[in-house]
């Protein structure tokens, strides 16, 4: 039984340690680049004919 436990935790520490470097790596290294611009797009029987 305590091997069983033993092994349990250290999967699940991989699993929380993984899941931190990946939350870190969003967080920190990836850059922040803001919400999407709006877009309008006016609509025109040439724009809608050429698609």
Request: hydrophobic share 55%; glycine share 14%; net charge positive.
């Amino acid at each position: 039984m305590n091997i069983f436990l033993r092994i349990v935790l250290f999967v699940v520490g991989g699993i929380v340690l993984a899941l931190g470097g990946l939350i870190g790596y969003v967080k920190f290294a990836l850059p922040n680049v803001g919400p999407a611009p709006e877009l309008v797009v006016e609509r025109t029987p040439d724009r809608i004919a050429r698609g």
